[in-house]
């Protein structure tokens, strides 16, 4: 709901209150954001800055105003030149390098629902019954430009977007140099800020620190949201209270947070100014990307939830919203560049059998690709590889009752390739530089249309050809090199965001072109998580790092901003390919089942009890699917603390039933009691608990089976080989009928775990990232 009275703008959702308020001089003066306000007479005065003094050294608004002083005042935007001397949110250049600027409240309407914009940005979208829609026109008091201030308020997530629109009703053009989408002023009150960060194959580790006075940046200059620092942040105090903010945009970004001489934090998001500049003629206007804000009292829990229900509900669209997604297998780490059609085919029919019903080619299906270092760019089949082209593959897998999926790297060039060879022009370098390079491979400028133009109908032959149900959209370099042979970029500042543009533009036509296609997005696994792109493609690889003990930090920080239904999440084989690291199958897959999962070793060579164990972790996905990728997901234990357990629980929404992971980083000897406490229960039912049934390989006891058995057992041998491919335990016996309220309130202690003391059907043997998933149901007890 958004309402005006008097001065004070109201902006409430379901939980919480946003309120700003028009000062004697026109300004916007941030009040609140915090819990829901019901009281419709809200004092204006109790929130409001009090300011009947001067303060020392600083600059008064005007003479008229002589006590106003704009740096220590909680702003909607801010500008330079007028006495708030934070970063500004607004930064213009006129005439000969002037930034001085004004923005003056002319005019607002609250508009039903959320009415597209023109940007050519992907947006959040909803209709009248599920948000509305506040514009507030600013005028610059001495100069033609004029300013939108937009705010949706999506009541069912607790959800507040914003963005800025700049207008040049003038003759002269303008140069902006840094336009935020938002800008939200709080008082400092010992707010801590987390942020994800990371790189190649650790993305998004959470990371949280205290808010001192200063400036903190989080940003990308790489062109992509990236690896290293996502969009997404969230600032926290120890009481619950937390705001997070995430940006509508896949390229450069920039979340400044600063804290004021007066303890006031200023946070921000939107384009990074450090890497963009826009020319804005006369009679043209400039749109920032959309920022998503959220509040909530239940700590990172409850923000995380608004974000994932405003994810699911008004960010991914199209056939695969709210759908739930096939569980696939990927040929990459089976087999590398390294397969035919018999390959291919073997590894489809094992996959059926199995239970999986995506079968996804990766790279290396088309020109001369036989490594990393050429054919970008030739998207058309290998025969040698593939002689009965994409359609025989396609038609055979579809013939398993498989769907087929394609990976496609569409924005890269390779030096060695036909496309290169007939338009060299087109990759991104500057004239008579030579171009730095990342794995073998160049970008192409989709800033340009004929580029795009020939991606599309490239790209929609290849995909019309190989009846497509899946495309897997990588991305697996950044950009170096910045400059553009497009006639329109006159000013090499605009080059990033156009390039941006240009890529949702061919992601608009090609997802418009294969509405039923589910797409994956990907860069180098997750460069490339972010909201914009979630907007064409309804999930992202996570990360190519699987390891099982690297994916509980991995999709903890990937799940405080983007809901389990967009994380790929692959069960790979061990080692690691990334890590080299040992972990157990079933471990594996307890991680990856809280994701979008799917598996992505050569299954054709697994023995038959591994064989046996991934067809149950199937069935077992499929049958608690809904809750898996569309629960409320809460992160109970961090992987990112000095914890050596972490605990994750999804419930379904009415709570009847739940799985909840308890995962252990080391094996501990001689360990105390693990206790499962679950808050997000129904405090008044009574829930069954008993752990998922896994196998238990006896390899893991090593030397131990010598204790046992009447043949001698050497570590790695013939016999222990054998054995294990015949034999595996079943993990222990362990069932609770138990209250809501004494989960939540006091907890379960669950069976010993394995303390090298001996071993009963009852034992926890878990060992090194080891884990469990544990099934509450609720029990109906009048039917009883
Ligand atoms: C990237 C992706 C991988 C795989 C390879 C193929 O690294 O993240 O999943 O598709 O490219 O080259």
Redesign the pocket.
């Known amino acids: 709901m958004i309402s005006k009275k008097d001065r004070l703008f109201n902006l409430s959702t379901k939980h919480t209150s946003y309120l700003f308020a028009i000062t004697e001089t026109g300004h916007l003066e941030h009040l609140y954001y915090g819990r829901l306000l019901s009281n419709p007479t809200l004092s204006i005065d109790a929130l409001a800055e009090k300011r009947s003094l001067n303060i020392g050294t600083s600059t008064a608004y005007d003479s008229d105003n002589p006590t106003l002083y704009l740096t220590n005042l909680c702003m909607e935007y801010s500008t330079m030149g007028k006495g708030d001397y934070r970063e500004c949110s607004v930064n213009i250049e006129y005439s000969r390098g002037m930034q001085t600027l004004d923005f003056i409240v002319k005019s607002f309407r609250i508009l039903p629902g959320k009415p597209r914009t023109f940007s050519g940005l992907p947006e959040s979208y909803g209709d009248k019954s599920t948000c509305t829609t506040l514009e507030i026109t600013l005028k610059e008091t001495s100069l033609p430009l004029r300013m939108a201030l937009t705010y949706t308020v999506f009541e069912d997530s607790d959800v507040i977007t914003r963005r800025a629109t700049i207008y040049n009703d003038g003759t002269n053009s303008v140069r902006i140099k840094g336009l935020a989408s938002a800008q939200l002023d709080l008082d400092a009150d010992d707010w801590n800020l987390v942020t994800f960060d990371g790189a190649w194959a650790r993305e998004r580790y959470m990371n949280e620190r205290p808010m001192l006075p200063g400036i903190y940046i989080n940003d990308s200059k790489t062109g992509v949201s990236s690896a290293d620092h996502n969009p997404c942040i969230f600032l926290k105090k120890d009481d619950g209270e937390c705001i997070g903010m995430n940006l509508v945009y896949s390229g450069n970004h920039r979340e400044l947070v600063e804290v004021s001489p007066y303890g006031k934090i200023r946070v921000m998001t939107g384009i990074n100014p450090a890497t963009f500049s826009w020319d804005l003629s006369p009679q043209d206007r400039f749109q920032s990307p959309e920022a998503v804000l959220t509040y909530s009292h239940q700590g990172m829990n409850g923000a995380s939830q608004n974000f994932h229900h405003f994810i699911n509900n008004h960010i991914v669209r199209g056939t695969w919203k709210l759908r739930e997604r096939p569980v696939l297998i990927?040929n990459?780490e089976a087999t590398y560049f390294n397969f035919n059609e018999d390959k291919l085919l073997n590894l489809a029919k094992e996959s059926a059998d199995l239970g999986i019903e995506l079968f996804v080619l990766?790279?290396g299906w088309f020109g001369l690709r036989n490594d990393?270092t050429t054919s970008l760019g030739d998207w058309t089949v290998n025969p040698k590889k593939l002689p009965s082209g994409l359609a025989g593959l396609s038609l055979e897998v579809h013939r398993l009752g498989m769907m087929f999926g394609l990976?496609v790297?569409p924005e890269m060039v390779s030096i060695e390739s036909q496309l290169y060879k007939k338009h060299p022009d087109w990759m991104i370098a500057i004239p008579g530089r030579r171009p730095s390079v990342g794995r073998n491979q160049y970008i192409l400028d989709l800033s340009r249309q004929e580029v795009r133009d020939h991606l599309f109908k490239n790209l929609s032959e290849t995909w019309h050809l190989a009846d497509v149900n899946y495309i897997?959209w990588?991305m697996?370099r950044v950009f170096s090199d910045i400059y553009s042979a497009n006639a329109e970029i006159r000013n090499h500042g605009e080059f990033f965001h156009r390039y941006v543009l240009g890529l949702y533009d061919l992601l608009d036509r090609l997802t418009k072109a294969f509405p039923n296609v589910l797409f994956e997005s990907?860069?180098?696994?997750g460069n490339r998580f972010d909201l914009g792109m979630l907007c064409y493609m309804s999930q992202t690889?996570t990360s190519?790092n699987t390891d099982a003990l690297c994916r509980l930090y991995i999709q903890e920080g990937t799940s405080c901003g983007y809901p389990l239904s967009t994380m790929g999440s692959h069960v790979s084989t061990s080692p690691n390919h990334q890590t080299l690291r040992r972990t157990d199958l079933e471990a594996r897959f307890n991680v990856a089942a809280f994701g979008v999962l799917g598996y992505e070793l050569d299954i054709t060579k697994l023995k038959g009890q591994q064989k046996e164990a991934i067809r149950s972790q199937i069935a077992f996905y499929k049958a608690h699917r809904s809750l898996l990728q569309y629960g409320n997901f809460t992160r109970i234990k961090l992987a990112n603390s000095h914890s050596n357990q972490v605990v994750w629980a999804v419930a379904s929404h009415d709570k009847s039933e739940l799985l909840v992971l308890f995962a252990q980083k080391l094996n501990l000897p001689n360990p105390g009691a693990d206790k499962l406490r679950v808050e997000a229960v129904d405090l008044n039912a009574v829930y069954e608990v008993f752990p998922r049934q896994q196998k238990i390989d006896i390899k893991m006891f090593g030397d131990l089976l010598n204790r046992v058995s009447p043949v001698p057992i050497t570590e790695g041998g013939l016999a222990q080989d054998t054995i294990s491919k015949a034999i595996s335990l079943e993990s222990e016996i362990e069932h609770y009928r138990v209250s809501g309220e004494q989960v939540a309130y006091g907890g379960i202690k669950l069976n010993q775990q394995f303390g090298g003391t001996g071993y009963d059907a009852m034992t926890r043997v878990l060992g090194d990232f080891g884990n469990r998933i544990y099934i509450f149901k609720k029990i109906n007890l009048e039917s009883k």
């Open positions: 990927n990459w990766d790279d990393d990976w790297e897997k990588d697996n990907c860069a180098s696994g690889w190519d």
